[in-house]
């Protein structure tokens, strides 16, 4: 966080009172553009920073308890820019769309009276139901709009609080009408503009301010201040570790609860490790699954608790499963690039094949691995290897970024600043990847932890999800840099030949092998409508699959939760299906995971079975293992 005067930015405390300072000038900023005649309803610079010494002196002793590290010049390892702090990300946010929101003309006066208009509406028909006595009161107000930011009942009971967090809610809508609706400004423009206000008006939440917050006060009052003094605490680790916490960490080790399920590390390479999982059923299917998890995260996304594992509900299927465990990122792997992941694959596919003496593997590739390895295949298909590949999964995968989502804002030059700023010694720091995901779902990610666990107090959660999310991998610079270009500004891959790996040039065209492609419905990360491209680029054939809910729930479903729902059809652009409306209006609609489904296509494809012994046991003659699963480039930082 950008020092002041004196000791600001010294210490934790002072954040929440910047914190407070920049929401009201985000809120400022966004009321100039759209209603200037409101901005003098707002409260001052003064008020905000009286609000924050409001707060801080409930405990005034807290200022001497806590204090970040100095900034390390001698070459030690500072804190990763823009990582825990919600108050820079505001500052980052205000600074790139400044130019965009100065061009933007106001509402016309016309629009703003109808705010006010219906404002005062809202305002008359809340009051209206707290005045109103004997049977006309109701017992609960009905308010227009819901959100559960605000579902706690302390904020309907009492008129203030009501009134405060409807006429926010009336004001979001109303600003995210008018970016909606502005002219002047280009599609590209105006989706930055959706997502800059869209993070501003999650800053603004009157949830997010202390002496706002009922819910908040009543906690500060009953606890004396200690959920405050906590939430010190926590802001005071989360500063230093450079990282915000959604999850109690002490409540998961590796090997044990997550990533736990049996088996070896077969073989070692500078850049990944690869497991091999010992079989759980006497016969296993004779074609092998070769996993790639994405490398921007730790490969057990797919391997959490022994409930939510798809790598032992696998095994459990009878299937001999191997994974890759990618490195986390150091200075030693600052030259690597797209081509050395995909030669990784490639030579993951061949030591698999040697291993188990088979002639092909299945393969499946989740998310920048996904995407990885529909080029890797379109290299083995110009080569004359495709056979060494009997079948393909998708997870979430995109090759087609020409509806990439809010990761393409990231992609602008701006964002390009903020990456070659956190990145040092040739590696990008995954700190900066956790706090931009965050910034992807702020409300959830950012601004609940900073009310739940630094307001409230809360105790962190067992989650093993979040536990993941939080357990960063740093990436490689020079890759990092180059994948963005490729994929995201310039959406080479999916022209024939305009990329080349490993000295072949890439042709999506060219793969032919049975291909499962999933996508999650609520997904923004890899948007359906984005991943909806690949199966219209591949040349084989292709069972698309609608998975309920997002970018990790939507993959992590196993059946035994009953959760979501997922949706087959017609294989698009082969059925005229262009877009997600048009496969989900001739799709069918299936409750549960997609998991059955998935194994039921893969077995359908090679039905033959051989006996789970010999190589198919890792560690064993002919099979020789280094150590356990999960092995040591996991536990890398």
């Known amino acids: 966080m950008t020092e002041t005067d004196g000791a600001s930015g010294d210490q934790p405390a002072d954040i929440f009172t910047e914190l407070l300072r920049l929401q009201g000038e985000a809120a400022r900023q966004v009321m100039q553009a759209f209603a200037p005649d409101a901005v003098k309803a707002l409260p001052s610079e003064q008020d905000a920073e009286a609000l924050g010494a409001s707060i801080l ?43 965009l929101y100065a061009r933007m003309p106001a509402l016309d006066p016309l629009a703003q009276q109808e705010i006010w208009q219906e404002w005062a509406a809202l305002w008359q028909q809340i009051a209206g139901q707290f005045n109103a006595a004997g049977e006309d009161a109701p017992a609960t107000p009905a308010l227009p709009r819901k959100d559960r930011r ?70 500060t009052i009953a606890t004396q201040g200690e959920n405050l003094v906590k939430g010190m605490e926590r802001l005071a680790h989360d500063l230093e570790a450079g990282q915000l916490t959604h999850a109690d960490a002490s409540r998961f080790v590796l090997g044990e609860n997550v990533a736990a399920t049996p088996g070896q590390v077969i073989h070692r390479d500078p850049l990944y490790e690869v497991i091999q999982y010992s079989p759980a059923t006497e016969q296993v299917l004779a074609v092998p699954l070769v996993i790639f998890p994405p490398w921007i995260n730790r490969f057990y996304i797919l391997d959490l608790n022994p409930a939510k594992s798809f790598v032992r509900w696998a095994v459990e299927q009878g299937i001999t499963v191997v994974l890759v465990s990618w490195k986390s990122a150091d200075a030693s792997m600052a030259d690597v690039t797209m081509d050395d992941y995909a030669r990784a694959q490639i030579a993951v596919i061949d030591l698999v094949r040697e291993r188990l003496q088979v002639p092909a593997v299945h393969t499946l ?15 083995l298909a110009r080569r004359g290897q495709a056979d060494k590949v009997a079948s393909v999964t998708f997870l979430t995968a995109q090759v087609d970024f020409e509806h990439a989502g809010d990761l393409k804002l990231f992609t602008e030059d701006t964002g390009l600043e903020l990456v070659k700023a956190a990145s040092t010694d040739g590696y990008l720091d995954g700190r900066y990847m956790a706090a931009t995901f965050n910034l992807l779902r702020g409300t959830d990610l950012i601004w609940n932890t900073v009310v739940n666990h630094y307001l409230l107090g809360q105790d962190y959660p067992a989650f093993d999800l979040l536990f993941w999310n939080g357990d960063v991998t740093n990436l490689p610079a020079r890759w990092h840099r180059q994948y963005l270009d490729t994929c995201y500004r310039r959406n080479a891959l999916v022209v024939p030949d305009a990329v080349t790996l490993d000295g072949t040039a890439v042709d999506l065209g060219l793969v032919e092998v049975p291909a499962y492609v999933q996508a999650g419905r609520e997904d923004h990360i890899a948007p359906p409508e984005s991943v909806l491209r690949l199966p219209q680029v591949l040349s084989g054939p292709v069972r698309f699959v609608l998975a309920g809910s997002g970018h ?54 090679a039905p033959d079975t051989v006996s789970a012994t ?9 099979n020789p293992a280094l150590e356990p699963a999960p092995g040591s480039y996991v536990r890398l930082r």
Not at 165 to 170: C, E, S, V
């Open 614 to 622: 010999g190589r198919r046991k890792p560690g064993g003659k002919g």
């Open 150 to 219: 605000f579902a706690d009942p302390a904020w309907q009971q009492q008129p203030v609080f009501a009134l405060i967090h409807q006429t926010y809610l009336l004001l979001a809508e109303k600003v995210g009408e008018a970016v909606d609706t502005l002219s002047g400004v280009t599609e590209a423009e105006r989706e930055q503009l959706r997502f800059a206000t869209r993070s501003v008006m999650d800053a603004m939440s009157p949830a997010n301010f202390p002496l706002m917050n009922p819910v908040v006060l009543e906690r």
């Open 365 to 379: 590739g989740y998310c920048v691995a996904g995407t990885t390895l529909a080029a890797t295949l379109a290299v």
């Open 552 to 605: 990790i729930a939507g993959v992590v479903n196993p059946p035994s939760s009953g959760k979501y729902q997922y949706w087959t059809g017609p294989q698009p652009s082969h059925d005229g299906v262009a877009t997600v409306a048009d496969f989900v209006a001739a799709a069918t609609e299936h409750p549960g995971s997609w998991w059955p489904d998935w194994h039921g296509w893969l077995q359908a494809l």
């Open 57 to 99: 002196a409930l405990q005034d002793n807290w200022l001497k308890l806590w204090s970040l590290p100095p900034a390390q010049a001698d070459g030690g390892e500072a804190l990763a820019p823009l990582m825990a702090d919600p108050a820079q990300w505001l500052e980052v946010m205000q600074a790139q769309m400044q130019g």
